[in-house]
């Protein structure tokens, strides 16, 4: 009998089976009489065959004639087959039970059938295929030592289809179906990590993202934002510099809980005439959450301590359609207290907070100021030097940098100087001076109001040098003076090589010749760290994923260290660059390669230019 099971499973693939005393649902036969043995030689190959049954019946339901049409050229049917699809009363189960005839499709191979809805973007059917074929790979998984003589005896399939199938068991149900529904893959992976694997949680937490993106659509360097799962116990979340204490019982229930931070200055605040905006904008939700007791926002600011609490008001805001903010003056929801460092607001519903901080007499505040080269020529030799006065605050320096980078196309970024503003009555003159006569900035001198920079965030002092000839290092020297005093609030100097000088028709790319030294040598030894971790069968996905061409992949399989010779492909076919990494990262975590992703991410951070320069425009 062991003998002729291949060929009766060759035979009876299709057929369902029916007994009265059987254990199995009733199902249909081919007006074919079979033995018990024969029975369960068929369930033991095939133990899910009425879900197989089941999931045709269910796809033909919903196949039209136009479905089947687009199905019938997929497939590659004859003619005869797609005329007699075409005049069948149910053209949905005649095209199913030609493909099933045909072996087109088998209860372990609906990969095609996939393919198939997919490419003629018959997604909501599609979906019902995909959970089939994973519910059907758990199961065999859990069963593989008792299928290892039966797989013998299945029909291989296309080379295409056994790539997608070793895929597929790493990628769960929830995964797939938040995949059709059009959220991106690394989305999704963050998401149900975050959920635990729960779809709706993910699918919760991927709405809430969403929703915050669309609303809040600025710069991204200067807008930080979390998600974080929080049940009755609380608990808290931290982000640049601001944390959310969340008490006991503040929840009900366990819920996703937002937090969004912005130094953005196209945010206009709260700020009437002589007040301070001394912190970030912080925002944190979902609109619909609801609170049990107060949460408390701990917020930094760049102001010195004050003895006057009084003078502090909390405004929460609203969005516009036009993606301004209205602002209202809420005593109700929120209060507020200040130490030296932090403010401390406790807010009984979510909502968007603004500090207005009107000047007090005896308040100092505490300012950046950043030094940042331009050395790209825009007409003639000439360099820009910009000054740049912010608050004194880890997300605005951060920010500020990111954008700077991003907009100009060859910066060089000196250490900043911190500063204390004890006045906002006087006038500041700032000046530079060179060490040469032959290239003098313009303007030599500047004046800033001090008022200027204790009501906005961020000021811009603007200095040129034009280079006449000269080839050599320039020093130059600038100081800033109170215009009551000769006392200086601050003296720095920039040293400056001439020689290289950019112009603008040698640049076609924001980053490209000018990549800080130190990026390009952690680009290199992010691949070194690659190459370690990457084995022949991680290295041959990749080179799939980035199409190289088929003797490139084979000489990868046969590479002492195929990781490297990958990583060298990558970078000479320019599919990989310090600035180009965002494919390899979403490569490597649909791989389940997280130790790799995490190396690019960590890459990524470490380098804000890179960050700046994957901004999109």
């Not at 609380?234 to 929840?251: C, D, S, Y």
């Not at 605040?269 to 007040?275: A, D, E, L, Q, V």
């Given at each position: 009998m062991k003998g002729n099971q291949q060929s009766f499973f060759g035979y009876l693939t299709s057929i369902l089976i029916l007994r009265p005393d059987s254990p199995y649902p009733p199902i249909k036969v081919k007006n074919i009489l079979l033995s018990r043995e024969t029975q369960d030689i068929l369930r033991e190959l095939q133990p899910d065959l009425p879900k197989y049954e089941q999931l045709r019946g269910d796809?033909?339901?919903?196949?039209?004639?136009?479905?089947c049409e687009k199905l019938g050229v997929y497939f590659e049917l004859k003619p005869a087959e797609n005329e007699t699809i075409q005049t069948a009363a149910e053209s949905g189960k005649m095209l199913m039970k030609i493909l099933d005839e045909r072996e087109l499709i088998m209860p372990d191979r609906m990969i095609g059938m996939y393919e198939g809805l997919k490419a003629i973007h018959f997604n909501k059917v599609a979906r019902l295929v995909l959970e089939y074929t994973n519910k059907a790979q758990e199961k065999n998984e859990r069963k593989t030592k008792e299928r290892k003589m039966t797989r013998k005896w299945f029909v291989a399939i296309r080379e295409k289809q056994e790539v997608i199938s070793k895929r597929e068991p790493k990628l769960s149900v929830n995964f797939k179906i938040l995949i059709e529904e059009g959220y991106k893959r690394l989305d999704v992976q963050r998401a149900l990590k975050l959920s635990h694997e729960k779809l709706d949680l993910g699918r919760r937490l991927l709405l809430l993202a969403k929703e915050e993106h669309e609303t809040l659509p600025l710069f991204p360097g200067s807008n930080l934002y979390k998600e974080q799962y929080f049940d009755q116990r609380?608990?808290?979340?931290?982000?640049?510099?601001?944390?959310?204490?969340?008490?006991?019982?503040?929840?009900h229930n366990g819920r996703i809980v937002s937090l969004w931070v912005s130094t953005d200055p196209a945010i206009?605040?709260?700020?009437?005439?002589?007040?301070?905006?001394?912190?970030?904008?912080?925002?944190?939700?979902p609109e619909s959450l609801t609170l049990h007791k107060p949460v408390t926002l701990i917020i930094p600011h760049c102001a010195l301590s004050s003895t006057n609490q009084m003078g502090i008001d909390v405004y929460s805001g609203v969005l516009q359609t036009d993606k301004s903010v209205k602002w209202s003056l809420d005593r109700k929801h929120l209060s507020c207290s200040m130490n030296s460092q932090h403010?401390?607001?406790?807010?009984?519903?979510?909502?968007?907070i603004g500090l207005h901080v009107p000047f007090i007499p005896k308040m100092r505040k505490r300012v950046c100021l950043l030094p940042i080269v331009n050395r790209v020529s825009q007409s003639g030799d000439q360099l820009t030097i910009h000054l740049w006065f912010h608050n004194d605050n880890p997300l605005e320096h951060k920010s500020l940098i990111n954008e700077e980078i991003y907009q100009q196309k060859g910066t060089i970024i000196h250490d900043p100087v911190f500063v204390v503003l004890k006045s906002m009555s006087s006038m500041l003159h700032v000046s530079a001076n060179s060490s040469t006569s032959q290239c003098n900035p313009h303007p030599r001198k500047v004046d800033v109001a001090m008022e200027t920079l204790w009501l906005m965030n961020r000021h811009k002092v603007e200095f040129h040098l034009q280079n006449k000839g000269i080839k050599d290092t320039v020093n130059l020297e600038i100081e800033a003076r109170y215009e009551t005093s000769a006392k200086n609030l601050f003296q720095f100097s920039i040293q400056l090589q001439i020689d290289q000088l950019r112009h603008i028709d040698q640049i076609t790319s924001p980053f490209q010749l000018v990549l800080p030294e130190s990026v390009i040598k952690s680009f290199d030894q992010l691949k070194w760290n690659l190459s370690e971790h990457l084995d022949v069968d991680q290295s041959t996905l990749l080179a799939n994923v980035f199409q190289l061409p088929e003797e490139r992949i084979t000489d990868i399989k046969k590479h002492k260290t195929p990781g490297t010779l990958l990583l060298e492909k990558l970078t000479n076919n320019s599919l990989i660059s310090p600035t180009?990494?965002?494919?390899?990262?979403?490569?490597?975590?649909?791989q389940g390669n997280e130790a790799c992703a995490k190396l690019v991410r960590d890459f990524r951070w470490k380098n804000p230019v890179v960050q700046a320069a994957m901004c999109p425009e």
């Open positions: 796809i033909a339901k919903h196949l039209d004639k136009q479905h609380g608990g808290e979340m931290f982000i640049a510099g601001v944390n959310l204490l969340v008490p006991a019982g503040a929840l206009k605040g709260p700020i009437s005439n002589k007040s301070l905006r001394l912190t970030p904008f912080v925002k944190f939700g403010l401390a607001v406790e807010a009984e519903k979510p909502c968007l180009n990494i965002t494919k390899l990262e979403n490569a490597l975590t649909e």
